[in-house]
């Protein structure tokens, strides 16, 4: 999938693949809610709010309230790539997210997940 692809899809369309993720491991759909509100400053009804309208990738992030300023602590590797290498800005924010998702569903805790 090519940058722009990515940034073109909606984001409600990758979302139950998070879900999914976390679930199949046994965690909550609410734990990814609260990741993605960590990650973003979004509030669950502006989540829900950007699910419903199927905004792409590249809005999500742009619209997002407040980028949570611990998100530069996320390391290591999703997809092959150091996330902390990412040159792109939006693809970073996007593998930010992706690597939260796999920390949650590979059972760290939630304090951790946070950088709290």
Do not use: N
Not at 36 to 45: A, E, M
Not at 60 to 89: M, N, S, T, W, Y
Request: net charge positive.
């Amino acid at each position: 999938m090519t940058k722009h692809r990515i940034y073109t899809t909606s984001f409600a369309s990758v979302y139950p693949h998070y879900v999914a993720k976390a679930e199949k491991k046994g965690r909550a759909k609410a734990e990814v809610d609260e990741i993605i509100r960590w990650l973003t400053g979004f509030s669950q009804q502006e989540l829900d709010s950007r699910l419903a309208d199927r905004t792409d990738f590249e809005t999500f992030f742009a619209q997002a309230p407040r980028l949570h300023p611990a998100r530069a602590e996320i390391k290591g590797v999703i997809c092959g790539v150091r996330v902390e290498d990412i040159a792109d800005p939006l693809m970073r924010e996007i593998r930010y997210l992706d690597k939260l998702i796999d920390e949650l569903a590979r059972g760290k805790a939630m304090e951790k997940i946070l950088r709290g």
